[in-house]
């Protein structure tokens, strides 16, 4: 039931009403008076997008999460939205604009919006844009800055490669970068991408780099990047890491007293557990005292075996702490 009066709502969902630039006007009391507006799907253009930004924009809304996905507001749109975002007024923590037809002049944008001293904005997901490698050097700028207070980037699908990740690099080791849950997903890194982003600890918590055409050269950055203190999740799906990959991450992160990782995703790697070594490496790892790993997924990988085996009885050793194994086919 669509609210008009003045009583707080938690989610407003246009997509159940008219949908279009010209229903947005209406909407709009609806909206400020919602803490997050789903106006995702609703064949809204950059017209909206002013429209929004000029009446939420010097006026107090309780709107905290605004989804404008699957729409084709374009950069000028997310330009508009940027602006409202600027405003002490307003109290959006989480933007999501999935896509949207938007390009590398969008970051600039957000670059300058996240860097802004009166900006709430602690998550934030551009994914499925032809961003490119400028567009994230943009954004790496806002992510060292002492006033971006972003905790959450998702930039799955945006055209990455290697050529930004130098960049981005170092805004996560800046002392002032805020940011705790990355998802790289669907870009094409290789492995010299992953060699250059982690040259170095960072505060991340959550990271996300499922098919990101990586190799078993990856491993040994990888496991690198597991000794930091902070990493609690790490989601390697669909990369050909092979049984060496995972041996070279899992001996040189899991074994470390300093890894904290809870859950690790490695679906569709390439792994068999043939080479000996590696399943025992593997066995040792999540029996061992210092692991923290609760949760590991190996589905999708053709184990043989005595390697499955192998895994199953250390998980269940009374002595570790892992709650969940997915060996699936």
């Known amino acids: 039931m669509l609210q008009t009066n003045e009583e707080i709502q938690q989610k407003f969902e246009m997509k159940y009403f008219k949908k279009s630039d010209t229903d947005v006007t209406k909407f709009i009391p609806v909206v400020k008076m919602s803490n997050t507006a789903k106006l995702n799907r609703c064949n809204l253009t950059v017209a909206s997008c002013n429209r929004l930004a000029q009446s939420l924009k010097n006026t107090r809304s309780h709107v905290t999460e605004m989804d404008l996905s699957e729409n084709e507001i374009?950069?000028?749109?997310?330009?508009?939205?940027?602006?409202?975002?600027?405003?002490?007024?307003?109290?959006?923590?989480?933007?999501?604009?999935?896509?949207?037809?938007?390009?590398?002049?969008?970051?600039?944008?957000?670059?300058?919006?996240?860097?802004?001293?009166?900006?709430?904005?602690?998550?934030?997901?551009?994914?499925?844009?032809?961003?490119?490698?400028?567009?994230?050097?943009?954004?790496?700028?806002?992510?060292?800055?002492?006033?971006?207070?972003?905790?959450?980037?998702?930039?799955?699908?945006?055209?990455?490669?290697?050529?930004?990740?130098?960049?981005?690099?170092?805004?996560?080791?800046?002392?002032?970068?805020?940011?705790?849950?990355?998802?790289?997903?669907?870009?094409?890194?290789?492995?010299?991408?992953?060699?250059?982003?982690?040259?170095?600890?960072?505060?991340?918590?959550?990271?996300?780099?499922?098919?990101?055409?990586?190799?078993?050269g990856s491993g040994q950055y990888i496991g690198e990047l597991l000794q930091s203190q902070t990493l609690k999740e790490l989601d390697l799906t669909n990369n050909n890491l092979k049984d060496s990959g995972v041996e070279q991450l899992l001996s040189r992160g899991l074994a470390s007293a300093d890894c904290t990782l809870e859950k690790l995703i490695l679906k569709k790697c390439g792994i068999t557990l043939k080479n000996e070594s590696c399943s025992k490496v593997v066995s040792a790892a999540i029996k061992s005292e210092k692991c923290h790993l609760r949760e590991l997924d190996l589905s999708y990988n053709y184990l043989l075996d005595s390697g499955a085996k192998a895994v199953i009885v250390a998980a269940v050793d009374a002595s570790n702490k892992t709650e969940r194994l997915s060996l699936s086919l």
């Not at 002392?175 to 997903?185: F, I, P, T, V, Y």
């Open 74 to 216: 374009g950069d000028s749109g997310v330009n508009h939205i940027s602006s409202m975002a600027q405003d002490g007024n307003c109290n959006i923590e989480r933007l999501i604009f999935v896509c949207c037809g938007l390009t590398s002049e969008t970051c600039d944008s957000l670059n300058q919006a996240l860097q802004t001293k009166d900006s709430r904005v602690r998550e934030l997901d551009i994914s499925n844009n032809d961003l490119g490698d400028q567009g994230l050097i943009s954004l790496s700028l806002a992510l060292a800055n002492v006033n971006c207070k972003l905790q959450t980037l998702r930039l799955a699908c945006c055209q990455l490669t290697s050529t930004a990740c130098e960049d981005l690099n170092l805004s996560l080791q800046s002392a002032d970068s805020s940011l705790k849950h990355l998802d790289l997903s669907f870009n094409d890194l290789q492995d010299s991408g992953v060699q250059q982003l982690f040259a170095g600890v960072t505060k991340l918590e959550t990271l996300r780099l499922a098919y990101c055409n990586l190799t078993e």
